[in-house]
């Protein structure tokens, strides 16, 4: 009898054990979620400043020779990292914003840039 009573003894330990995976599963997942849907609201309000200011073509031209001719080439043509003329007609602004400054395409980097000098930015690649 005593066996019957340990086996039984076990599978509520089992289950008990399998509850707690669970809900330390779920709650993994839970704050996994989270921080995926307020990262996501932090780059929709930098894209939408960004999207609130003039950008000058002048200005991006400089921040482009300063962190962008490496990958890309003084004028654009592209070296390690794609040539970026006509780039505005293959991807749409919120595109390239997300791609500068999440690094979306290997080996492309990300980049903390404020929303004035992404707004230039966008301007000199909308000039190429």
């Given amino acids: ?3 019957s009573s340990s086996t039984a003894a076990e599978k509520n330990f089992k289950t008990e ?3 707690k995976i669970f809900l330390i599963i779920f709650m993994i997942s839970l704050i996994f979620a989270l921080f995926l849907y307020l990262n996501k609201e932090k780059n929709n309000t930098y894209i939408l400043k960004t999207f609130e200011l003039n950008g000058s073509a002048n200005r991006g031209n400089s921040l482009f ?3 962008c001719v490496g990958c890309h080439g ?3 043509r592209g070296l390690v990292g794609p040539d970026l003329h006509l780039i505005t007609e293959r ?3 919120k595109e390239i914003i997300k791609q500068v400054i999440e690094g ?3 080996p492309m980097p990300s980049f903390e840039i404020d929303p004035q000098n992404m707004s230039d930015l966008l301007e000199y690649l909308h000039s190429l």
């Fill in 1 to 3: 009898m005593t066996t």
């Fill in 17 to 19: 054990v399998l509850k």
């Fill in 65 to 67: 020779k300063i962190n």
């Fill in 74 to 76: 003084i004028t654009a």
């Fill in 91 to 93: 991807l749409n602004d």
């Fill in 104 to 106: 979306r395409t290997p």
